[in-house]
């Protein structure tokens, strides 16, 4: 039986278990300056209990005994431009019962501020959760910066489709966490996921309509909850607790990729669910004309620059630290945390409040520096601690190796770490974030494969994702099972000097390399840029098609990575430790740098590993420099003959000096 204990207090937000005087009591507390009322909803089963909340400067809060683990909670909200039939969930929930069922318009107008029916028996609740668990000592391995190698993968979509994982636990967090697949990345040698979004989400009206589902999860509802389609079990909780101290005792780290730019709640006109309904002029931006403003591409734009919205997401990155032991962050569409005005601020108070927050001192920071909004792109403009994605790295080496653009000078430009966007206010190499392929656009095969997006499947008409995929198909769009034998074999032998040349471009350039999982062993998606909302075999990663030749290069690379000094330093490359010579083994001239029809070059690295790189489809000859060289990685159209050496097509191969 729910009892009030006292008025409560006004901190920390959301609830709090405690015991005083021997009771064991609950604190609940939620900010809304709009409100003129709040009641705190408990649940037994259908029984609702309301009990008035006490205001203390724009926070509500009340204490509660006899709330036990299990128990769900709401809120209902009083005021002007409030509804209290619309049961609000807490924007600091830990664990969400119940996903909306926003299929058709009548199952949407429950959730609707201007429906006057109760909907507490189909909103989703809050719910209390035991937060016990044992980490045995578990600690990060804090892996230098300069010796990150970031692998992005989704949780689900990693083991779905692997016949070594048990039936039971593919597509889980423990499954993810299963000894094989932390055999697997510990032999390919990444040192840090990147999991796509964990936290709880819903799927959009337009999806949900159509029976698709949000794949990757960029539609948040509770950014404290972890997602439970993921689990095996029913404490997805633990389940991600576990997962992560299985990882820190393989030595690699977990980041999460968080979404602190938009809510589930779409446009103003949509079904609300949390912090509309609780404080819609507090959490999101708005033009003077009073429409959302919506530079998310989402329907909204989350407002943190209140005290409250910056404290929410700094509460948010704490709890993920301090209770689940993450190792970092990679933040979506990063350019809405540093808008305060609303316009883009690099010394945003957020970015303050993130430096100075104690416990996330020693951890990782990874923003996509971009939205679509007002000056969105901000690449190289974000605070030094951060490290950013960096799309011009993307763009400029697609060019060169499969648009055969023949800009040496833009190649060696982002292999050397991108100076130009990012050697400024004391950073350094590793804040450039190199990345060929993410999430979102092609995989690395579909990327020599074709040269045209293929999201039929989407539902919008292949009018969705990017078009700017610089792709090259080698001559026939997809699968080349059509073909006879020797053209079969012509064109896949291309896409595979391809796909070496911007793997080891990627994997031997300053800075810190990210790589899509299944890229490594040449994964597809059938020619689709914008899978988010396919969660089936489009997406889940093929493990019965498995380049084993295309996985050992990887793997040899990121190997050879980790033993060459100037890739380990975190330092701006200079004439003491590169060297960058033309075809002919001289130091490259002005000349040189601005003749697009060579299109190859090589570069020295510590004096002892000479990289040669052909992006032509012709054979080239190289005049190497002086020394006693020999093959140690890449394509294996190379033959090499005392002070010569020759790539009979495109390539990239690493030579060493005994």
Known sequence: MFTIYNNGKPAPMGYSIFTENGVKVTNFALFSAAASGVELCLFDGDKETRFPMVRTNNVWHLSVAGVEVGAEYGFRIHGEHANPNKLMLDPYAKAVNGKPDLTTEESRSWFLMNDHRDNAHIAPRAVIISEDFDWENDTASNTPWAETIVYELHVKGFSQLNDKIPAELRGTY???????????????????????????????????????????????????????????????LSEFKAMVKAFHKAGIEVILDVVFNHSAESEQTYPTFCQRGIDDQTYY??????????????????????????????????????????DGFRFDLASVIGRDTPDFNAQAQLFTDIKNEPSLQNIKLIAEPWDIGHYGYQVGNFPNYFAEWNDRFRDDLCRFWLWKSGEIGAFAERFAGSSDLFKKNDRLPHTTLNFITAHDGFVMQDLVSYNQKHNEANGEENRDGR???????????????????PQKSAVENNRTFAQSGLLMSLLLANGTPMLLAGDEFGNTQYGNNNAYCQDNEITWLKWAIFNKELFELTKQTIAARKQIGSLN????????????????????????????????????????????????AEGQVFHLPDGKWKPQIGTHNLTLDAQQAELSSMGFCMLSDE
């Open 174 to 236: 423990t499954g993810l966490s299963h000894p094989i697949n932390l055999a697997y990345l510990k032999e390919l040698g990444v040192t840090t996921v990147e999991l796509l979004p964990v936290n709880f989400y819903i799927n959009e009206p337009h999806l949900q309509a159509r029976g698709l589902q949000n794949y990757w999860g960029y539609n948040p509802l509770a950014m404290f909850a972890v997602e439970p389609k993921y689990a095996a079990t029913n404490n997805p």
């Open 285 to 326: 931006w708005r033009n003077d004309q009073g429409s959302y403003i919506n530079w998310t591409g989402c329907g909204n734009m989350l407002n943190l620059s209140s005290d409250v919205g910056r404290k929410w997401v700094v509460d948010c990155l704490r709890y993920w630290v301090e209770h689940c032991h993450v």
């Open 467 to 485: 078009n700017e995929n610089y792709s090259y198909n080698h001559g026939v769009e997809g699968s080349t099972e059509s073909l006879s034998e």
């Open 569 to 616: 330093r975190n330092q701006w490359w200079s004439g003491d430790n590169v060297q960058w010579l033309n075809i002919h083994g001289n130091q490259m001239t002005v000349d040189d740098w601005q003749n697009q029809q060579t299109k190859a070059l090589q570069v020295v690295l510590d004096k002892h590993c000479l990289l040669l790189i052909n992006a032509k």
